[in-house]
């Protein structure tokens, strides 16, 4: 018996952000759900989507899903890269979405059941100065948050990944016709940041998880200045320090600190994570599932990654649409070497358009037990909020030059 796929749609559709999200429906009838946004990028995966693979799924066996995504994968000569992989995964979850509603169970039970009960997730706290960012932190306590992204302010700049001044919450893409820049100052930053990260931990005390993230500005010998004068915060974990590309030179950096490194939130396939893992550079990989080819792909990096004792901790920021964060917790729930969740919360009127069966509590994330991914996509919705162009920022030197952002 097949399940014939007979229809392929894709969504952009911008409620307070731009997603993008694939439809493919089966000649049963059933609609499963991909997402496939790709922050600043959209349109590149709807186009790559509509244009070229969404006409050579028409016909396929849904039921299928690791013989479709090795036809995407190996069956194509152009391989890898976010747009490729982004759009292969969207095709992975509608496909995973498709089987556990055929079968009427949720993801995780297909991927071999619960290995735990629920997923620790951290959030982003955000303050351009200490005031804030302690406030910011507090209230993230208060919402039941057991770990917490501390990002701030750079005395002399004006702008700063991680943080919107005078605003609680960060959203990195700015809409308007090309890119905001952004000045960086790296002597700036490594002075600021462990005054600031050290008196975030006296004032939440010892057992808030505490994370920063660098965002791939400084250079190994920089990120080990960086780590050593932070050893004592006790982070749990220190992330992208340096740009993904130099991953042989964290071989000095891991002989000169304890400090936990997260890793890989760019990264698109096993294959850019291989040298991280394999001198276990790294100890948290944090590809997301759709940008790293949906749940089929992403199981076996993390099923890589457990041999050499790294955790899963994916990327899951809001720029990810709610059919990915479900996604990554079916997986989470399912992977033993699974540690946390990043989780931003959405604006309401995401919600309007993706209904979500997951469930926050006490600090952990939990997919809920719907049938398939567990999220519903109100089309009618999905129209009333157009795509607008959008941009992540750039970063500038202090003398104009670029940095890497
Ligand atoms: C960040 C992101 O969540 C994170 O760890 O690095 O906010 C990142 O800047 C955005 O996802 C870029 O789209
Ligand atoms: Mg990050």
Do not use: C
Request: glycine share 8%; no cysteine.
């Amino acid at each position: 018996m097949t399940r014939k796929i007979v229809d392929v749609d894709v969504l952009v559709t911008s409620p307070s952000r731009n997603f993008v999200t694939l439809k493919i429906t089966t000649d049963d009838g059933i609609v499963g759900w991909g997402d496939a946004t790709l922050n600043g990028r959209e349109l590149s995966v709807a186009s790559y989507l509509r244009d070229h693979l969404g006409p050579a799924l028409l016909g396929r066996d849904a039921d299928r899903i690791e013989d479709t995504w090795q036809y995407f994968y190996k069956g194509a000569y152009w391989r890898r890269g976010p747009v490729t992989m982004a759009a292969i995964g969207a095709i992975d979850l509608a496909l995973w979405d498709i089987k556990g509603k055929a079968l009427g169970v949720p993801v995780y039970q297909l991927l071999g059941g619960a290995a735990r009960d629920k997923i620790l997730t951290y959030t982003h706290a955000t303050g351009w100065d200490l005031p804030e960012l302690l406030d910011s932190v507090d209230q993230r306590r208060e919402q039941g948050f057991r770990a917490v992204r501390a990002q701030s302010g750079v005395p002399g700049l004006d702008k700063v990944y991680g943080v919107t001044k005078g605003a609680a919450s960060y959203e990195p893409a700015g809409r308007g016709a090309g890119p905001v820049e952004e000045d960086w100052d790296t002597a700036a930053y490594l002075r600021h940041a462990p005054k600031i990260l050290s008196a975030v931990r006296e004032h939440v005390g010892p057992e808030l998880k505490l994370l920063h993230d660098v965002h791939h500005r400084l250079n190994p010998t920089e990120a080990a200045r960086l780590a050593r004068s932070l050893e004592d915060v006790d982070l749990f974990w220190l992330e992208d320090v340096t740009p993904a590309e130099n991953q042989r030179l964290l071989r000095t950096l891991r002989q000169q600190t304890t400090i936990p490194l997260a890793i890989g939130e760019v990264f698109n396939t096993v294959w850019d994570a291989e040298l991280l893992i394999t001198e276990r550079l790294i100890d948290y990989i944090r590809t997301a599932v759709v940008h790293a080819g949906g749940i089929s792909h992403v199981r076996k990096i993390l099923a890589f990654a457990e041999v050499y004792q790294i955790k899963g901790a994916p990327h899951g920021p809001s720029d990810v649409s709610p059919i990915n964060l479900s996604a990554s917790l079916h997986l989470g729930l399912a992977t033993s070497n699974f540690a946390i969740q990043e989780y931003m919360g959405y604006d309401p009127a995401v919600s309007e358009v993706f209904q979500s069966s997951f469930r926050f509590e006490d600090g952990y994330l939990h997919p809920g037990d719907e049938p398939g991914l567990g999220v519903q996509v109100d089309e009618d919705a999905a129209a009333r909020f157009p795509y607008t162009q959008a941009y992540l920022p750039i970063a500038r030197e202090l003398d104009g030059s670029m940095k890497d952002w």
